[in-house]
């Protein structure tokens, strides 16, 4: 039978506790919401959906068609000239989505004969982008510049490194300056992944590469989603202009798919502008993570240190990580749950995301909830029924 082979796999999958499924969100959801990446809380925010709105009603409700034949407007190229502005970078280029922008990023930069070196906790589009590159990839240790100077240094002609500059399931940062450092002395290029680090780390939330002292660094590539703290939709590459405009001529993702919608466009320019004018806003959702992770740990959670506004607690099992995000749920919090085969390590853990907008109030009922509801574990401790 055709697609008799997926049955199979359905079955270990629940056998595994391992099966997803969708649940609407409703638009007024009484749950305090710890799941989403809205870091800044701007996907509601009357300004950002005013700027979809009036650029809806400016531009019509799609792109109408690829960026180089009827689908760049006015807006996309404000967006661009602001975002790279913002962030610190010559010229940027903006995409249906981050995926597209990672995907164009690694792939033309990457071309035949070429070596990827990327780090063994990238996130699955960075990889994607390595698989669908001509070059070769050489996976290494996570955050390390000494694994990616060794790899460098066996390979003759381009090469670039890749890494994400948060990574999503742990929170943790990539040491920047030390990879650009690397890379500097092999004549390699750097493309990371800022999508995490957007709005929230450097000077007003410019980023990543912006703390890490890279912005607007000639052999630095950005890639970014306009989807977490810039509360819409769509991605971007912020970089070189030659760079960028190489992209413009050679990348599948941006030649071949639909351009952004202009309502998302609008939605970003209105936030990136918010976001100027209210600077204080990323360096709250970073006060917001330290106090999660320094009240959980206090508990006794195993959490990570948060470099951004990703909290990551473990959890024992997959099966005890969906059980107590759903109890999470039953107790009014949502949280995000990750386990295999999204997580590289295989161990499961509650995604939190520590948005600018909780209040002090909220965090104390995200803790005391995650503690209610917590597996116990270890010798003598035994999992509710
Ligand atoms: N990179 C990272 C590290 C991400 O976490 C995500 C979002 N899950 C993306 C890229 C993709 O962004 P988008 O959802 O806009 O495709």
Request: proline residues 5%; negative net charge; aromatic residues 4%.
């Amino acid at each position: 039978m055709a697609f008799g082979w997926i049955d199979e796999q359905a079955h270990t999958r629940r056998r595994a506790g391992l099966v997803r499924t969708l649940r609407p969100r409703p638009a007024d959801s009484p749950l305090l919401d710890l799941a989403s990446n809205d870091y800044l809380g701007l996907a509601r925010h009357p300004e950002i959906t005013e700027g979809a709105a009036e650029a809806a009603r400016t531009w019509g409700g799609g792109a109408t068609g690829s960026r180089l034949v009827t689908g760049t407007t006015e807006l996309h190229g404000e967006l661009e000239r602001e975002l790279a502005d913002f962030c610190g970078f010559e010229a940027a280029l903006v995409f249906s989505s981050g995926y597209a922008a990672n995907l164009a990023a690694v792939t033309a930069l990457a071309p035949h004969g070429s070596l990827i070196v990327s780090d063994a906790g990238n996130h699955a589009w960075l990889i994607d982008g390595c698989r669908l590159a001509r070059g070769t990839t050489q996976v290494v240790a996570h955050a390390d510049p000494d694994a990616v100077r060794k790899a460098l240094g066996t390979h003759e002609g381009q090469a670039v490194a890749v890494s994400d500059t948060v990574f999503s399931v742990d929170g943790d940062a990539a040491p920047l300056a030390d990879l650009a450092e690397a890379c500097r002395q092999y004549g390699a290029g750097l493309v990371i992944d800022d999508a995490h680090g957007l709005g929230v780390l450097g000077d007003g939330g410019r980023g990543a590469p912006w703390a890490a002292g890279l912005a607007g660094a000639p052999d630095v590539v950005v890639t970014v989603t306009l989807s977490k703290s810039l509360g819409s939709q769509g991605g971007a590459v912020l970089g070189p202009a030659r760079v960028i405009d190489h992209l413009i001529n050679a990348a599948r993702t941006f030649i071949f798919d639909t351009g952004l919608a202009p309502a998302a466009a609008g939605a970003a320019l209105a936030a990136l502008r918010l976001l100027r004018r209210e600077p204080e806003r990323a360096a709250r959702a970073r006060t917001v993570a330290k106090e999660l992770h320094t009240r959980l740990t206090a508990e006794g959670h195993e959490a990570v240190r948060p470099d951004a506004a990703v909290v990551s607690v473990r959890a024992p099992s997959p099966e005890q990580a969906v059980r107590w995000a759903a109890d999470c749920r039953a107790a009014g919090l949502a949280v995000g749950c990750f386990r295999p085969p999204s997580v590289p390590d295989g161990i499961s853990r509650l995604r939190l995301t520590a948005r600018a907008d909780l209040t002090d109030g909220q965090i104390d009922r995200a803790v005391r909830v995650i503690g209610e509801t917590r597996p116990y574990v270890g010798v003598t401790a035994v999992h509710r029924t």
